[in-house]
């Protein structure tokens, strides 16, 4: 977990972000806040013209500013490219992870098939079964639980009751959040209209596995289930929100973001670099293609092209549901002018017939 921020002189921070440094390089910063919140001897960030008035007012002793940011008294100024990502990166400097000493805590559960490797951490409660692997420097937090042959690469953190069931693949360099769900059985049934005791739902098995590649990030109560057969795969640096639904038999590109409670259902295929905004569903059997956009609370019931941004249930090209959206909020005038034209009309059918 994050550390207690650490003192840094400034010069140093600009250096580490590459960023060109407008004030004192000897000022020594110990954290970061917002515009509104930092006090002196703390850094913000300014990106958006919006927040214009909080950065003329900030109390910060030094604000993360774009390279045309004009210098401002009494505040120092790192002028770089993108100030959000050398805030995110100033985050990771000042606030280092902590990592648990290596080895395995008395309390665990760690199969002697197993293989461990020595510069990992087995918490507290941690289970660790029967043919499976744990690469080095990993962390498993209290409550994980590997399962039969399953294999977790390098430098990963499985965070309290992170579970990654039989036989699934994790990479290196993996996060997944607390209670998140590794190849949990995909939802399959075949109905039976003849089952022994009446109509049932036969249940499919699930046979295959969840693989997921390196850099990725699995949030909170996030599911991805195994395939029935062959792999469910989450592609390299993609990012998974909190309470994400991944079904059995989908595969994600790399470096895509899905954001909170959106779901795609079983054997859709989610390209390279596309963002699902919260509450998406994304039907089965479908394609989202690269760099596609989706905007919140938006069904996608058919194939996105590589590239389109999407809104809208059903889904349908963004500058199409803004004017479907605007339009929406005139319906009742609307609606008030046509029955008062169909009433204009039928008086002058009056008068034309008399």
Not at 140 to 160: F, K, N, S, T
């Amino acid at each position: 977990m994050p550390s207690a921020p650490s003192a840094h002189r400034l010069g140093d921070i600009a250096a580490h972000v590459r960023g060109e440094l407008l004030g004192d390089p000897g000022l020594l910063v110990h954290g970061l806040n917002g515009l509104e919140e930092a006090a002196p001897g703390e850094v913000s960030f300014y990106g958006n013209p919006r927040y214009r008035k909080q950065f003329e007012a900030t109390r910060a002793s030094a604000v993360l500013v774009g390279m045309d940011t004009q210098a401002r008294d009494g505040v120092a100024l790192v002028r770089v490219h993108n100030p959000h990502l050398a805030y995110a990166k100033l985050l990771a400097l000042l606030h280092p992870v902590a990592r648990p000493q290596a080895g395995i805590h008395p309390s665990a559960h760690v199969h002697p098939e197993a293989t461990v490797h020595p510069e990992a951490s087995v918490r507290a409660g941690a289970v660790v079964e029967r043919g499976a692997q744990v690469g080095a420097r990993t962390v498993l937090h209290p409550g994980a639980y590997v399962g039969e042959d399953a294999r977790v690469g390098d430098d990963c953190v499985l965070y309290p009751h992170a579970t990654v069931r039989e036989r699934c693949v994790v990479g290196s360099r993996v996060i997944l959040h607390a209670s998140s769900v590794v190849g949990a059985d995909g939802f399959g049934f075949a109905f039976n209209a003849e089952g022994d005791a009446g109509p049932e739902h036969f249940k499919i098995p699930q046979v295959g596995i969840v693989r997921i590649e390196d850099d990725v990030e699995v949030g909170a109560c996030t599911c991805i289930d195994r395939a029935t057969v062959g792999e469910t795969v989450v592609g390299r640096g993609t990012k998974l929100d909190n309470l994400v639904q991944i079904a059995h038999n989908v595969r994600v590109g790399p470096l895509s973001l899905i954001c909170a409670q959106a779901g795609v259902s079983g054997s859709a295929e989610v390209g390279t670099g596309v963002v699902l905004a919260g509450q998406v569903g994304v039907v089965g059997h479908i394609r989202v293609g690269d760099l596609a956009k989706v905007g919140a609370q938006s069904g996608v019931a058919h194939d996105v092209p590589d590239g389109q941004v999407v809104s809208g249930s059903p889904a349908i090209p963004h500058r199409d549901w803004l004017r479907a959206s605007a339009a929406s909020g005139q319906l009742a005038d609307l609606l008030k002018e046509v029955r008062a034209l169909r009433r204009r009309v039928e008086m002058l059918e009056k008068e034309k017939g008399g």
